[in-house]
Structure formats: structure tokens, C-alpha cells
């Protein structure tokens, strides 16, 4: 898919009772919609998004290099030799953000796929705090880009998954991500028509 075939909105969260009345902490959704919504294109601009929604935190380390399997090490630090090509870290966003939003279409109706959450638990990425908030993301700086930004997602799914099954819109066509149904259904945008293969009202049958 063509970085021009991505919108770079960030989605507005719908006005839902789960959300007005929970005192559950959204930021690592936000977190994780900002990198699919506005992705970094910079080392830079990486480096300030890891920054801003996970070392500040506390939920990682700072990372000195992020990878995507298939490509080498990219530098993030502030004492390399010289900054990583800007095409470099384009290509490695482009894989990890086509990957997460894969993940989150998958897990649309009639396939329901989970196992990125079953993943991201096994592989420590996200965690029980104890407190209010059950589950917090807390990945390693030797993962894959995509599954650090998954372990986002994951956590705020553990957290809230009525939420996700009721409002998580994926765009079939363009992968892009809402949260209100009564726009353009589950599987469309406001470029695309919700595809008839899937129907959100329905609540039984085999699952394929």
C-alpha cells in the first residue's frame, strides 16, 4: 500500500457511557492512534514520539535503534554519525503501521483474530498493573516497532474490550481507523463504502 493510499487523521473517540464514566487511563490508546494517524517520518520525529508517549512515562527504556525484521537497525540516538536516511525510516514506519493496522482489521467481525493480544501478553509487552488500570503496555527497545505499537493497542483492548468490539471501525480498503459506526459502518470510511461482507449486527454463526 502507497503512503498517499493512508489518511493522517487521528480519530475522535465516540461520547460512550464506557468512556464517561471510566477513570481508566486512555493514554496508551492515543499513543498508538497518534503513530498510525500522524506517523513519524524523521528519526527525529520518531525518536520525540517514543519519547513523549512511553520513556517520559515510564513505560520503556529509550530506544537506541528501532527495526522491523526485515530491515536493518535505524539509529534513533543523538550521538550517531550520521542521521539515517529519511527513506530508511519511512520504509520501517510504512511496514510496522501496515502491520498494526492489519492486526486491528483482523480482529474485526467475522474473524474476531485476537492473537496479537495473546502475543503481546506471551511476549511480556504488556502487563497487570495491580491498580485501577488492569493492563499497561511495557515493551522492550529490542522489539519490532509494530509490536511496540501494538502492545498500545493490546493493552487498551485488555482494558477495554467492550469498547473496541462495539466502536473499532477498520477501514477495508484504506485501513483507516474510526471509532464511529454510525458514519460509515465497521469496514468503510468516508472515502470507501463499508464492504457487505461483513455485518456488524449480526451476532451468531460460524466464524471464518
Known amino acids: 500500500m502507497r503512503q498517499e493510499d493512508f ?12 468512556l464517561v464514566a471510566s477513570d481508566h487511563d486512555r493514554r496508551a490508546l492515543l499513543a498508538a492512534l497518534t503513530f498510525v494517524g500522524r506517523p513519524p517520518r524523521s528519526a527525529a520525529a520518531l525518536a520525540s514520539w ?8 515510564g513505560k520503556m527504556e529509550r530506544p537506541a535503534y528501532v527495526t522491523e525484521g526485515f530491515s536493518k537497525h535505524v539509529a534513533l540516538g543523538l550521538q550517531v554519525p550520521a542521521a539515517p536516511d529519511a527513506s530508511e525510516i519511512e520504509e520501517l514506519v510504512d511496514a510496522a503501521r501496515f502491520r498494526v493496522l492489519a492486526a486491528l482489521r483482523a480482529f474485526m467481525p467475522p474473524t474476531a483474530d485476537d492473537r496479537f493480544l495473546a502475543a503481546a501478553v506471551d511476549g511480556g509487552r504488556v502487563r497487570p498493573t495491580g491498580g485501577p488500570g488492569p493492563w499497561e503496555p511495557c515493551p522492550r527497545e529490542d522489539d519490532l516497532l509494530s509490536d511496540i505499537v501494538l502492545s498500545l493497542f493490546a493493552a487498551d483492548i485488555l482494558n477495554f474490550r467492550e469498547f473496541h468490539e462495539a466502536y473499532l471501525c477498520v477501514c477495508k480498503t484504506c485501513l483507516r481507523i474510526d471509532f464511529d459506526p454510525s ?3 465497521r469496514t468503510g470510511c468516508p ?3 463499508p464492504t457487505a461482507t461483513v455485518s456488524v449486527m449480526r451476532r451468531s454463526g460460524p466464524s471464518l
Open 183 to 185: 458514519r460509515s459502518g
Open 191 to 193: 472515502e470507501h463504502e
Open 50 to 57: 517514543f519519547e513523549k508517549h512511553l520513556v517520559a512515562p
Open 7 to 18: 489518511h493522517t487523521a487521528i480519530p475522535t473517540l465516540p461520547s460512550a457511557p464506557s
